[in-house]
Nanobody
Framework: QVQLVESVGGLVQAGDSLRLSCVASGRTSSSYVQGWFRQAPGKERTFVAQITWRAGSAYYSDSLNGRFTITRDNDKNTMYLKMNNLKPEDTAVYYC????????????WGQGTQVTVSS
């Protein structure tokens, strides 16, 4: 089992930056992929970004237009999501997730953290 704990999100203004973190514990492995997803009010959960634990290869949703950056610190078992130039439409609950690199779906999830962007 893998446990994932996100940092507290927050309330920010449009144009601000915010960094989320996700600490992994338990049976973590360098063969894992970790990702961020978000769910806006009344909408389905959508993919934001992911990063491979071993090589640090990152992949992003096209809708972000380069505003977000995903990184990880293997020594701390921590993944980060730096969000720049935040917009009201970024308001959502953000979830950290993990899966084996061979798995098709994410099977470990954090509890989610609320990010609210005011205009």
């Amino acid at each position: 089992q893998v446990q994932l704990v996100e940092s507290v999100g927050g309330l920010v203004q449009a144009g601000d930056s915010l960094r989320l973190s996700c600490v992994a514990s338990g049976r973590t492995s360098s063969s894992y992929v970790q990702g961020w997803f978000r769910q806006a009010p009344g909408k389905e959960r959508t993919f934001v970004a992911q990063i491979t634990w071993r090589a640090g290869s990152a992949y992003y949703s096209d809708s972000l237009n380069g505003r977000f950056t995903i990184t990880r610190d293997n020594d701390k078992n921590t993944m980060y999501l730096k969000m720049n130039n935040l917009k009201p439409e970024d308001t959502a609950v953000y979830y950290c997730a993990a899966r084996s690199i061979a798995a098709l779906e994410y099977n470990y999830w954090g509890q989610g953290t609320q990010v609210t962007v005011s205009s």
